[in-house]
T-cell receptor, first 115, second 114 residues
Framework: AQSVAQPEDQVNVAEGNPLTVKCTYS??????LFWYVQYPNRGLQFLLKYITGDNLVKGSYGFEAEFNKSQTSFHLKKPSALVSDSALYFCAVRDLDSGYSTLTFGKGTMLLVSP | DTEVTQTPKHLVMGMTNKKSLKCEQHMGHRAMYWYKQKAKKPPELMFV???????INESVPSRFSPECPNSSLLNLHLHALQPEDSALYLC?????????????FGQGTRLTVV
């Protein structure tokens, strides 16, 4: 089975500073990787995905992610953090379950951006 | 329209009640999902419908019963739930079962079993 790991429970960053939320993956075959964000008491919002092609993927709200095959990583980045970016972030990988494609999530990383 | 709509937003039910959660999408997606999420934990897959047929049942107790009346609607029928079933229930949809497609999530139903 495919899996992703998010090593940090929480990331703290000051507003205006760059942010990185880490994700590593373990897959057999080609990885199909996703980032989602969840604000309190809300559903998950899709940010970006890596399928193939450029290793730097640009997504919503100024976020981007860097795919690194040699390090099996897919870290989420933003050049300048906003207080409103504070939320729970999930990395996910497409997996095959009983022949059907499903999403498997990492445990999540809480991002706290201080003013 | 990239919206998945879930109703109700909040639900409180007793252990002997029967209730239903509803989910609707009009994006033409043919795969729909139910997830259960506990506080500050990742979503856990419960059911997958593909072309209105139940494709995956992740060993969910029979007190949860999914239904897909048509390609736009997904229901989750609840009966005789336990307090530990209290959670955020998320519905999602995607274009199909392709590996490269993202899923779109609804806002969720916050369920409390008393």
């Amino acid at each position: 089975a495919q899996s992703v790991a998010q090593p940090e429970d929480q990331v703290n960053v000051a507003e205006g500073n760059p942010l990185t939320v880490k994700c590593t993956y373990s897959v057999s075959g080609n990885p199909y990787l996703f980032w989602y964000v969840q604000y309190p008491n809300r559903g998950l919002q899709f940010l970006l995905k890596y399928i193939t092609g450029d290793n730097l993927v640009k997504g919503s709200y100024g976020f981007e992610a860097e795919f690194n095959k040699s390090q099996t990583s897919f870290h989420l980045k933003k050049p300048s953090a906003l207080v409103s970016d504070s939320a729970l972030y999930f990395c996910a990988v497409r997996d095959l379950d009983s022949g059907y494609s499903t999403l498997t999530f990492g445990k999540g990383t809480m991002l706290l951006v201080s003013p | 329209d990239t919206e998945v709509t879930q109703t109700p937003k909040h639900l409180v039910m007793g252990m002997t009640n029967k209730k239903s959660l509803k989910c609707e999408q009009h994006m033409g997606h043919r795969a729909m999902y139910w997830y259960k999420q506990k506080a500050k934990k990742p979503p856990e897959l419960m059911f997958v419908y593909s072309y209105e047929k139940l494709s995956i049942n992740e060993s969910v107790p029979s007190r949860f019963s999914p239904e897909c009346p048509n390609s736009s609607l997904l229901n989750l029928h609840l009966h005789a739930l336990q307090p530990e079933d209290s959670a955020l229930y998320l519905c999602a949809s995607s274009r199909g079962g392709n590996m490269n497609t993202e899923a779109f999530f609804g806002q969720g139903t916050r369920l409390t079993v008393v």
